[in-house]
């Protein structure tokens, strides 16, 4: 994919991509103050990405051929629109290479794909403490969507929750 940032590229993540994107998700991790979440491990990310049951998606973005930045992905669906979308699970840009445009081209080839696709929208969450990157999205025309607040199951309230019915 092609950007207007001398020696920036941006592609698709390959299977052999996986350790460099494990590399950068912990990077994110530790920006969000989230290093104790991440469990995630080599053979984890090549399954939701490139096994049998793919997942998501992910574009690298290389700079000088050096892996700067990523961005995963996956289809979601609006049934208020009737179409599919895209959601952004994760954006991110080496602390090094922000405000240089990267993290703008990244998020954009997502929008072209999504375009690409006929995506009734593309979506993401953010952090509430992340004044950055919340200023980023808004400069680019994106809208908060206050009245929405996400809810999680994880660990053992999603594992009684998929046990309810049964139980019942």
Known sequence: MQTK????????????DVPILLELIEELAEYEKL???VVATEE???A???GDKKVAEAILGYYQGKPVSFAVFFANMSTF???SGIYLEDLYVKPEMRGQGIGKAMLSSVAKLAAERNCGRLEWSV????????????KLGAVPMSEWTVFR???QALTDLSQEFERS
């Not at 940032?5 to 592609?11: A, L, Q, S, T």
């Open 44 to 46: 984890i990310l090549h």
């Open 153 to 155: 199951l994880t660990g």
């Open 81 to 83: 629109l009737g179409r």
């Open 35 to 37: 290093t104790h979440e």
């Open 48 to 50: 939701s990405l490139f």
């Open 127 to 138: 952090l509430d403490w992340n004044q950055p990157a919340i200023a980023f999205y808004q």
């Open 5 to 16: 940032i001398p020696d920036f590229e941006i592609r698709f993540a390959q299977p052999s």
